[in-house]
């Protein structure tokens, strides 16, 4: 975007924001340019303009201008100067039909809210040293009215690079992790806490640990899933995390000691059917993860739960409901 659209921007956008907050209700904002304004009236009495049922004060949002930090250098430099007009009719504003709200106070309000008001992430307006001062010649133009212009400074940003679109998550009831991206970008996923990117190097011996993302895949309930995008030419993408979490199995007594359950999410290692005994969950029986049912020799009115736990003995699943056997 060139400099000349950029300054008209931010004309519009700052007219724009003005006539949308609930704050300036009765404070209409009007663009100074010929093209835009509709009628010269409202262009030379914008305190007349109106806005709900109210007249007596309004604002110009003037065009903004350049000004020249260091004039001897090979690439211009500069701040934007933002002018905006508070013009205010007395007789009128504080009449029945006015806002009843003077220049002074309409003009430190527009100060408050649009100090450091960044406009799309290009320009970011800040309260000059000169913040709010009587408009010259403002007799000449607007007979009978008083007005402030409040001036603000903007600084440039930087012309912001291209980054790469977030990659979307999504886990089934299944437990399948599927990862997408709209941009064609390649995604990269860790599960150890480490960033997700193909320049990781967390791993042994220097190696890269982050996963370049091909299908959906399985992984424990409750596990932390690290990701981004890249993609040559554009900035990575912000790295996400979203933790995976699977239902609950159902424990379901089917009579004759006999217990089944069902569960959603990947098969682990081992189930683990535990029962209370005295209050504390330390009876253990350790099955292996493809079954899914179980019947006791003895009933004994205590109540059961299964969770499954991986290769290593750790959790992998949410607890099941309980039940007791009679």
């Not at 500069?78 to 009719?89: A, M, R, S, W, Y």
């Not at 004759?256 to 959603?264: D, G, K, M, R, Y």
Request: aromatic share 10%; charged share 15%.
């Amino acid at each position: 975007m060139s400099y000349t659209d950029l300054l008209y921007q931010l004309q519009s956008d700052a007219a724009a924001r003005g006539n949308s907050e609930p704050d300036f209700q009765y404070l209409p904002f009007a663009m100074y340019r010929q093209a835009v304004i509709a009628t010269e009236i409202q262009k030379r009495l914008p305190h007349l303009a109106g806005k709900n049922g109210k007249v007596g004060v309004g604002a110009l949002v003037m065009m903004p201008m350049i000004t020249g930090e260091d004039p001897n250098i090979a690439t211009p430099q500069g701040d934007v100067l933002f002018p905006v007009h508070i013009i205010e009719q007395p007789e009128i504003n504080m009449a029945s039909g006015g806002t009843g709200v003077t220049a002074e106070q309409w003009a430190l309000l527009v100060r408050a809210f649009f100090h450091q008001w960044s406009d799309r992430g290009q320009i970011i307006l800040m309260q000059d040293t000169q913040a709010i001062q009587p408009i010259p010649g403002l007799e000449e133009q607007y007979k009978g009215c008083v007005g402030y212009q409040v001036l603000f400074r903007g600084r440039l940003a930087d012309q912001s690079y291209p980054q790469c679109a977030t990659p979307s998550f999504s886990c089934d009831a299944s437990g399948n992790v599927t990862l997408s991206t709209n941009d064609g970008s390649a995604i990269y996923y860790t599960t150890d806490g480490s960033f997700p990117g193909p320049g990781n190097t967390a791993g042994t011996h220097g190696a890269c640990t982050a996963i370049l993302y091909a299908a959906p895949f399985q992984v424990p309930s409750g596990t932390v899933v690290n990701y981004a995008s890249f993609q040559a030419g554009l900035r990575g993408s912000d790295a996400m995390q979203s933790t995976v979490t699977y239902p609950s199995p159902i424990l379901t007594y089917n009579g004759a000691l006999n217990i089944s359950w069902t569960f959603a999410g990947p098969a682990p290692a081992v189930w683990s059917l535990q029962y209370n005994h005295s209050g504390a969950w330390d009876g253990v029986v350790d099955l292996d993860g493809t079954i899914n049912t179980y019947t006791m020799d003895t009933g004994d009115g205590r109540p059961r739960r299964v969770v499954g736990r991986d290769a290593n003995g750790t959790i992998c699943t949410p607890f099941s409901n309980t039940v007791s056997i009679p």
